[in-house]
Every structure is written in structure tokens, then in C-alpha cells.
């Protein structure tokens, strides 16, 4: 997602000149689950400090960003930024580099289906590349 090209590949992303970032297409009820706490758990699964990478895997198309559907989400994301901001500099991380933009002309392309699935498909493969072990502070979900 956030590229320029229609249509791309694995392949074509790694390169970088695409423009995407790899993405994970987030469903939920709002019922069930509150959008902070969606976004508290974002900022903690990875490390938003680092740019054009995560652990080993370096390149734009590994770059934090959240692409945001409404107003009150863009909202909630520049919201939680700051608090996690907040919980991470005691820790001695920098500024967060995440990209807080609108999904809006942005088309989410859905990967090749060697990728649906990983961790089933390659139960030795790897969720997170890296994290920051700070978690998002709980009290801040009632946002």
C-alpha cells in the first residue's frame, strides 16, 4: 500500500521503486474491540523509531505507517504517537518515524498467495522483526 505502480509484485516491491509498504489489511468490530487499543498494540509489536527498516529487513517497503480510513482514526493514531512517544525516550529510543497518512488513494493490493497465511505455511517463520519491549501504557487505551 502508499505505492505507485498498480498492480505490484513481491519481486517489484523489494526493489523499492514501487513505493509500497508492506501492509496488513485490518478488519474489526468496533464492538468488540476499541480502536486504541488496535493502535496500542501497533506501536508495541514493532519498532516505530526505525526507518526504512525492522530488524534485518531494510528497505521502504518495510516502513511503519498506518493509513487511516476516518477522521476520528487519524485522530486516534497522531494521539497514541504521542504517548508511546512518551513511554519510549526513557527507554532511549528516538522520534517515531511512523507514517500517519490517509488510506484514501491509497489501493491496499492483496499479496501473492504464497504470503496469505505465513506462519501456517511456514510454522518456523517470523511475526515481528523487531520491537521496541516497551509496551503501549494501558491506561492511555480509554481514549
Given at each position: 500500500m502508499g505505492g505507485n505502480r498498480p498492480n505490484?509484485?513481491?519481486?517489484l516491491v523489494c526493489t523499492g521503486v514501487t513505493g509500497h509498504a508492506e501492509t496488513v489489511f485490518v478488519e474489526y468490530d468496533p464492538g468488540?474491540?476499541?480502536y486504541p487499543v488496535l493502535l496500542g498494540e501497533f506501536w508495541s509489536m514493532h519498532d516505530p523509531t526505525s526507518l526504512n527498516a525492522q530488524g534485518n529487513d531494510i528497505g521502504s517497503q518495510y516502513r511503519s505507517a498506518i493509513f487511516f480510513t476516518s477522521p476520528e482514526q487519524e485522530k486516534l493514531?497522531?494521539?497514541?504517537?504521542?504517548?508511546?512517544?512518551k513511554a519510549i525516550i526513557p527507554a532511549g529510543?528516538?522520534?517515531i518515524v511512523t507514517e500517519?497518512?490517509?488510506?484514501?488513494?491509497?489501493?491496499y493490493w492483496l499479496a501473492e498467495e504464497y504470503h496469505q497465511k505465513y506462519l501456517a505455511k511456514n510454522p518456523n517463520g517470523y511475526d515481528c522483526h523487531s520491537s521496541t519491549g516497551v509496551p503501549f501504557p494501558k491506561e492511555s487505551h480509554a481514549l
Open positions: 505490484p509484485h513481491y519481486e468488540a474491540i476499541d493514531a497522531l494521539a497514541t504517537r504521542e504517548i508511546y512517544q529510543y528516538g522520534q500517519i497518512v490517509p488510506a484514501e488513494g491509497n489501493t
